[in-house]
């Protein structure tokens, strides 16, 4: 793999069409010549946001088990109660473009391997493949999925909202974005249900198989709320 690095893509690149990957998008910062167009469309900080936490304290409750972390129902979905926060800052402050595509998943359902698929096929006109298989022509070294995992080309929209650094990124991104959630659909924002403006990729699979895969994969992060049975609670339920 080339670890040749690939200069950040700022806010005031016009000239620059997506898809780029997301790690080489320059963050938003105080200063930075494109940061009041890029932010200019809402404030820094909203002012809902400070009700987050009463209101994820009414939400109904499955108090933490040595197996499981308290989880928060929430618009028909169970969430670990940390996560909370950021996924309703998603909810609240995206507004989808023209052009935005949305890969749609439950976690260890193909979404990474969905994600290289869609940023190869979107990106091909900037990043052509090789003319010979295994060629070593320029295109070929520079193409981003040679030196970035899938997840830092195609980012989570509920990790995004999670800072303010990371936000500002996504408002920085060139269009077409390619992005991702492993959200419900009851969950995501009406720019993205309710318009046309953005198209939702989705890749389901037998929900009984993923418990294994997480047990088999070594997912502790996820195994540490999810015992096998209400994880399958939860898909029946969400899904």
Partial sequence: MSSEKMPLVSAAAGCQRGPVPFKDVAAVVAGDDGAAAAMAHRPLADPEDEDHDELIATLPCKPPTP???RMRLYRGGWFPEKW??????FRRRFEARDGDVVVASLPKC??????ALAFATAARGTYPPPPVAGGDDEGNRRHPLLRLNPHECVPFLESVYSTMEEESKLDATPSPRLLSTHLPYSVLPASITDSSRCKIIYVCRYTHAIPSTLVLFGSSELLNYHSESFYLEVLNEDY
Avoid: E, F
């Avoid at 193909?110 to 994600?115: A, D, H, I, P, Q």
């Fill in 67 to 69: 197996l499981m972390r």
């Fill in 84 to 89: 909370l926060p950021a996924i309703m800052a």
């Fill in 110 to 115: 193909g979404t990474t391997w969905l994600k």
